[in-house]
C-alpha cells in the first residue's frame, strides 16, 4: 500500500488528521531529504528513506518497490499533487502492478501562507511556477500575460534560485503591462516553520525585493486591499 | 479571539490538527446551516450557532460580537479563504476592535476532490467559481478565456445550481475554444461525504453532464491524460 501524503506547511498541526494517521501506520516513510528531517522531528520513532532534490524518479521508484509488501508513505511537502509526487507515483505505477496508491491531499503553500498573510485568496485565482526546470519559459511567461490580464489573484511558487535570480523580476514586469504599480502583493518564507516571515508591499517593490526559493509570492487582484495590516482580497466586485 | 477554520471536505480526517484543536478550544461554533450540522456529528458536545445561505454578514458579526470575550471558531468548508469567510471577517473587524482573528487553512475542494481523480493539479492550475452572484458574467467569461489560451488546468467551482443549469455547459464552450474535445477531465460529488461520486470524462462529454452545487469540476491541461483509470497531470512538458 503505498500513500502520498501531503504534510503541510512544515508544523504538525498544519497537517490533516488523515495525514497523521497514514504516518503513524506505515512501515516506511519516503521523502526528499529536507522534509525527511523535518517530520523526524514529529515521529522519531519511524523507519525512514530519503533522497536528495532532482532525484524525484528514483525517491518514487523506492517507494512503490518497497509497498510491494509494505505500508509506506510517500511524504510530499503541502499538498502532494501540486508540484509534488503523486502524479509521477501514478505515472510509474504499471511497473508495479498490485500495488496500490492512496493520495492524502494537504495543505499547499497558497493557502497556508494566505492565512499568515490574512485572506489574499477570497477568490478565483492561478498558481504559477516559475521554475523553468520541467515548463518551457515561453508557457510561463504566457501563464502571467493571461492571468495578469484577467485580474486573477495570482500565486507564484518557486519564485527564485540561485540560478534564476531575475525570474521574479521579470514576472512581476509582465504583470505591471496589465495591472497598476500599486496592486497590493505579499509573501511569506519559511511558512509554519523557523524562520517564518511575511510582507506586504506594492507590485512596484516587489519586482525589486529579492526572495529565495522558500517563498511564496502572492499578487493581488484589482480589489485586493490592506485593511488592519492583512491583505485581504473581497468576495467579489462591488459594481454587481 | 476568532478562528476562521477551514474544515476540509466533510470528513474529520480531511481537517487539519490546528483546525481540530481550534475547535475543542473554542467556546462557540459558527457557520453555515449544513456545516455545522456535520460539524455536529464530530464534535456533539460543542455549542453551535448557524446561520442559512446568503446570511454570511450576519453569520460573521455574530462570531465576531462574540469574539468579544469568547473564543470563537467561525468554520467554512474547505479553506476559510476560498470563497470563505475569512476575508469577511477582517473587512468587519473595525467594527469590533481588540478582537484577534486567526486564519487556520483547510484543504479546498479543489485538492480533496482531486486526490480522488488522481492528479489532476499536478502542475500550474486556476481556481475559477462559476457563480455570478458576485462577480460579473463577463469577468468570470473573460478568465475561462485566459486560463484556456494558456493551457492552465482548471477547476471550477460552484458549476451549477437550480437557476444557472446552463452555466457548465456555456464554460465548456468557452473552454473548446482553445482545448480539443478529448481534453481530460474529471468532476467529484459530495467530497469526503456520504454519497461522494466521481467520473473522469472528455470535455466534451463534460459539456453535456448535468452536475450539481456540490461538484467539483476539472478540466485537464494538454497533457492530462488517463493511467490506471486516474487522472493524472504531468509534472511538466517532454519537450523541454
Redesign the interface.
Known sequence: MLYVV?T?SG????????A??AILNSDLIVGYTKYVELLREHFPEKKYFSTGMKQ?RERVEAALAEAADKTVSLICSG??????M??????L??NYPGTEIK??????AA??G??VL????????????LS?????ME?IR??L???A????TIVLYNPSSKSRADYLKNACDIILKYRPGDTVCGYVKNIGRDGEESRILTLAELRDTPVDMFTTVYVGNSETKI??G?M??????K??
Chains 1, 2 share one sequence.
Open positions: 501531503g503541510g508544523s504538525r498541526g498544519g497537517m490533516t488528521i488523515d497523521e494517521q524525484e499538498d502532494p499533487q501540486l508540484y509534488g503523486a502524479g509521477l507515483a501514478f505515472e505505477s504499471a493520495v492524502i491531499a494537504g495543505v499547499t493557502f497556508s494566505g492565512a490574512g485572506s489574499p485568496l477570497t477568490h478565483d485565482f492561478a498558481v504559477i511556477s523553468d526546470l520541467l515548463t518551457p508557457k504566457k501563464r500575460e493571461c492571468a490580464e484577467c485580474d486573477l485593511i488592519g492583512k485581504i482580497t473581497p468576495r467579489g466586485y459594481n454587481v
